[in-house]
Nanobody
Framework: QVQLVESGGGLVQAGGSLRLSCAAS????????MAWFRQAPGKEREFVAA????????YYADSVKGRFTISRDNAKNTVSLQMNSLKPEDTAVYFC????????????????????WGQGTQVTVSS
């Protein structure tokens, strides 16, 4: 089993930036799609971004497109999320996740497609 640990969250003013990191241990994540999800209080967990196993293809929620960038370093077994131009509505707990399958799925934005999750890191954007 893989263990995922997120870091880099914090409090930032609107318009600011944060970089989240996800460190994997226990097994290599290089053959899996990785993703970031977020969950705000009282809301369902929602897709933020995903990246295929070699980093050549990325997917973004419309709400973060053009502001967030997902990347990965398979040699270091890490995944990152660069968040720029942050808005108060980006406030949430952010989770890193590993896909169940090594194969492409059109359901990349669905939480059920992922079988390993980190504990989350809080991002708070003040107005």
């Amino acid at each position: 089993q893989v263990q995922l640990v997120e870091s880099g969250g914090g409090l930032v003013q609107a318009g600011g930036s944060l970089r989240l990191s996800c460190a994997a241990s226990g097994r290599t994540i290089g053959t899996y799609r990785m993703a970031w999800f977020r969950q705000a209080p009282g809301k369902e967990r929602e897709f933020v971004a995903a990246i295929n196993r070699n980093g050549g293809v990325t997917y973004y929620a419309d709400s973060v497109k053009g502001r967030f960038t997902i990347s990965r370093d398979n040699a270091k077994n890490t995944v990152s999320l660069q968040m720029n131009s942050l808005k108060p509505e980006d406030t949430a707990v952010y989770f890193c996740a590993k896909s169940r399958s090594i194969y492409y799925s059109s359901g990349y934005y669905l939480p059920v497609e992922y079988d390993s999750w980190g504990q989350g890191t809080q991002v708070t954007v003040s107005s």
